[in-house]
């Protein structure tokens, strides 16, 4: 089954402590973000890979750390967690851009809560 | 650099009335457009899109959007809404030539009062 799949669901940690959040996709999709989800304020993009080993910022990339060292892993790091992190995350990937199937497919969501 | 505008936070509708959640965009040259609806605890699930051809898509569960070039929008639409399509929904662009993923707009609540 085509699917991406973040862990953890949920996260309830303190100020400045790393954490990681992981994202798989087994579609070999060469595009994958994160964004992040606030009432309000609808989807906005922290980072996104075009390919192995390439990486660009999004609308909101500070706090944020990405890698992309394999095609089908994109894991989202905070190195020091603050408050205002706290939010809904999700994973997406998508087959590069002039395809027709070039849709994107949703992880179900990490709701980080940072105290 | 694109952009969509979804107007309404909310919109209401009877069951059994037809819907539209309306989306506007920016981006320069032809367009790819989507929708896609959000459940409570859920991912987002995609609904439809517009890559060429005709200008009236038909998507999953009875939803249909249609891409007016002149206006810049990709209004979705419904003949009879039902209660479960209640959910948030969110409009998103891509440039086919460009090397940025989706942008989406700000969502808008559906409420489908029986």
Known sequence: EAQVTQNPRYLITVT??????????????EYMSWYRQDPGLGLRQI????NVEVTDKGDVPEGYKVSRKEK???????ESPSPNQTSLYFCASSPAPRTLNTEAFF????????? | AQSVAQPEDQVNVAEGNPLTVKCTYSVSGNPYLFWYVQYPNRGL???LKYITGDNLVKGSYGFEAEFNKS????????PSALVSDSALYF??????WGNTPLVFGK??????IA
């Open chain 1, 16 to 29: 400045g402590k790393k954490l990681t959040v992981t994202c798989s996709q087994n579609m070999n999709h």
């Open chain 1, 47 to 50: 980072y996104y890979s075009m």
């Open chain 1, 72 to 78: 089908r892993n994109f894991p989202l790091i905070l």
């Open chain 1, 107 to 115: 992880g179900q969501g990490t709701r980080l809560t940072v105290v």
């Open chain 2, 45 to 47: 699930q995609f609904l």
């Open chain 2, 71 to 78: 206006q810049t929008s990709f209004h979705l639409k419904k």
């Open chain 2, 91 to 96: 409009c998103a662009v891509r440039d086919p």
């Open chain 2, 107 to 112: 969502g808008t609540r559906l409420s489908v």
